[in-house]
């Protein structure tokens, strides 16, 4: 696969820096639950993700996790290369939700360009901008929300993901993702299910009612629904400053990053 399709700069780099970070470009597949990043102690490289899906997340001295954002097909991962990033002073664990397979570049490769390429920074800084968005998001949202609200957003949002309202998910995964106790997520899921919401069996969440789950989010929420400006450039389709639209690939799919991750794909008419 070629890597230029993950940098809508590409042919502002010179071509001695496209080798670079092409020729150093090594691929790797990943099972789902491999643990890829665990803290600034690790420096695997950056990460331009082909395909599956990474969690990012963090760790409380309690053992408690929360999930502050995911990774997708056509993303890119910085903090697998947190060792380049001095400003970073936090521990992010990365994991495989699902099989995965990614392009890794080496951190002194990628550190080497982009000090030389005002616009590879620029991208760099984007990408930043938009994670720390999505935890601002995340810390929005467990500061002014009920948890009712909040889980209501995430089975939307889960289902949205996995292209089904029978999602495979059990009550401590759902806690993970979102820094709850198994037991406060089983409590609310049951009065979901006593309203005719959702389903519950064995390690399955069934949504019964979207429209009372919206409604209950109290939107039919920035992550379902927003307005998209597509501007064409030569080899790139950019929303709203928040993603690309890669339409030279073959699916013609569009990879929406930031806020609206969970949306993923967008089909190009």
Known sequence: MDISRYFPMWEQLTAQQRSALSGSAVCQDIKRGTVIHSGSADCLGFLLICSGQLRAYILSDEGREITIYRLFEW???LFTASCIMRSIQFDIIIEAEKDSRFWVIPPKVYQEVMERSAPLANYTNEIMASRFSEVMWLIEQIMWKSFDRRLA????????????????????????????????????????????????????????????LEELAGKKTERYQT???????????????????????????CFVRGRMTALRFWKVM
């Not at 995964?173 to 106790?181: E, R, T």
């Not at 064409?232 to 799919?253: M, Q, T, W």
């Open 227 to 253: 307005t998209v400006e597509i501007v064409l450039s030569e080899d790139f389709r950019l929303i709203n400053n928040a993603g690309y639209c890669f339409y030279k690939y073959p699916a013609s799919f």
């Open 153 to 212: 957003s995430f089975l939307l949002e889960e289902a949205s993901i996995e292209g089904t309202d029978c999602l495979k998910i059990t009550h401590e995964i759902i806690g993970n993702h979102m820094g709850n106790a198994r037991e406060v997520v089983t409590r609310m899921l049951r009065y979901f299910q006593s309203e005719g919401m959702v389903s519950l069996s064995r390690g399955t969440v069934e949504l019964k009612d979207t429209e009372r």
């Open 75 to 77: 993303d890119i991962c």
